[in-house]
């Protein structure tokens, strides 16, 4: 700690979730005595606003990476890959938004709402989960205490902004072109048409595996965050022509009996989740209500009319803010509550 | 049956399902010796195309009703009500593509490649399935004669030409706002906006039930077709901003054990079914690619990692096509091959 604050790092500062992340940053009001925007050589002289002040992105190196207390990043999994360890030996505390360290035994994988407990004993590396995961599990937490969870089927349907900048851009460009009546650009970012279409592909296919990353992250994350091996995960991730917020079919299996009213209660007093389940008079979460919020929205919370031991929930939230950005600051928040930053 | 072919009627001439109806019989070169389109008076006057031909739509009535052999129907479920029976009076065997005689003890709900024997015996109705069950019951019929089915979880992402001409125009409308950066119109034919989001109602919610009528018809339609009442099903239907070309994620839990292979082969050798299945080389069904096809298009066919006994597909087909009027289309072929019309 420094003076008044923290010196705090944005590793990844001028990328969607890097600009999240400041902004919410002096949003929050978080203890910032320092704010140090890093990004790679490319980005390195772009200027980016934190409150009133505007701050000028270095290139993340052996010397811009000393003195800080906490950085907080996302950046691309390589990028954590190198610059992680190094943040860590000079003295920080990292929370990583990559899928690099997530799996990682001696790494907790963290959500505030569900597993805060696991930053105790932290070894200077924190992982911020998946954001199609983040945001299921924030919901699923209240229902594992009450009942647990036996097995999940999830089908997702992905805005494309995670994916970054570029998508939105190219989702936007191929609309235009449909709207307009002329040729669709062939796409950069995704395999195919995203505008007007639906792909069987969030992610990619790594080793002939018949599931993409993004499923797989879904099924092994949830799994280390609720801190239960045992449950079975089917993961369908798909990506929508959306620009921000993460919908999904979620089908529960709990172990014990638990009635959709009891879910909806349980749901409604669980921290970071709103509740909107009035279907008949069209009230139900959706992509473009969720966008800019930080909550998690469940509705169509219902039995599942082939099996008394299921619920069916549809769970939307904010893929740059719940799903990413808000939970990293949320643990920054966490991390110094519990007096766990590495030098305080 | 007039001089060298049938006197078929069309009712609801003017819809996309009744165009694409009329489209069909002249591609496919049903023996056709008059036809008549049929619609309400708001579109009587109206002119068509049937090949080479200009022919006038004819309000619906006692008079324009007579002497018809087979009636092809997309009419709304009230004008179905009123005119199905008064057709069937008049002599016609209908294909009725609403969903209001599909429940009926009395009338067999038919998919041509599915169950076509349900036509013997027929009493001058048969049903034509609702759009999302009836491309999931092409690709399930081969793995549940070989393995039986158990349970379904299915997660839809429905086109909105489901709903007619006036969803594509408003999904266009909105979708040039948002690209255009200004307001988008408010939506007269869904409750939201359906441009860049995803809407967790396809259908509406009948007397405070908390699925949808689409999510029922699933749930029932495809234990009527498979002729199995004990199959447990969870339906999730989602309308999302496509156009044409409905895409549906199944697990699909079977009685015997299957093994993701032998699925694909039954799947490759089924009728109406192409497989398309090469995930890592970025093939898999897509909704811009099903669009004006015929068939129903499975991929993405693999074990559920959370169950030994079940598979995940994907299901894409054009649902205006197999999704309603090709099927249809099949129906008034094969009652003609099985000599079923009811005066022939």
């Not at 999240?20 to 890093?38: D, H, K, M, N, S």
Request: proline share 5%; net charge negative.
């Amino acid at each position: 700690m420094a003076g008044d604050g923290y010196r705090v790092g944005v590793l990844g500062a001028t990328g969607l979730v890097g600009t999240t992340i400041i902004e919410l940053l002096a949003q929050r009001g978080f203890p910032v005595a320092e704010l140090r925007p890093l990004a790679s050589e490319r980005s390195a002289g772009k200027t980016i606003e934190f409150g009133s002040k505007v701050l000028t992105v270095q290139a993340v190196s052996d010397e811009t990476i000393q003195g800080l207390d906490l950085v907080l990043s996302s950046a691309g999994g390589s990028v954590s890959a190198e610059w992680t360890p190094k943040l860590v030996e000079a003295g920080a505390t990292v929370v990583d938004n990559t899928s690099y360290w997530r799996m990682h035994d001696d790494v907790p994988l963290v959500v505030s709402e569900v597993n805060p407990d696991a930053l105790e004993g932290h070894k200077g590396i924190i992982a911020n989960p998946n954001c199609s995961t983040m945001q299921m599990v924030v919901a699923l937490k209240p229902l594992y205490d009450a009942a647990g969870i036996e097995r999940l089927v999830i089908s997702t349907y992905q805005a494309v902004s995670g994916t970054g900048k570029g998508a939105i851009d190219e989702l936007r460009a191929q609309a235009r072109a449909v709207v307009g009546g002329y040729d669709v650009p062939a796409p950069s970012i995704y395999p195919h048409q995203i505008a007007f279409n639906v792909l069987a592909q969030a992610g990619s296919f790594p080793d002939g595996d018949d599931h993409t990353d993004e499923e797989r992250k879904l099924i092994n994350e949830t799994r280390k965050i609720l801190g239960d091996a045992e449950i079975r995960v089917s993961a369908t991730c798909i990506r929508v022509p959306v620009e921000t917020g993460h919908s999904e079919a979620v089908n529960v299996e709990t172990r014990e009996p638990l009635e959709p009213g009891e879910a909806r209660e349980l749901l409604a007093a669980a921290p970071g989740v709103t509740v909107v389940d009035d279907p008949a008079a069209g009230r139900y979460p959706m992509a473009i209500d969720a966008a800019g919020k930080d909550d998690v929205f469940v509705g169509r919370i219902r039995r599942d009319p082939g099996n008394e031991r299921a619920l069916d929930l549809w769970v939307v939230s904010d893929n740059l803010r719940k799903g990413a950005a808000t939970n990293t600051v949320q643990l920054g928040e966490e991390l110094i509550q519990r007096g766990l930053l590495r030098r305080d």
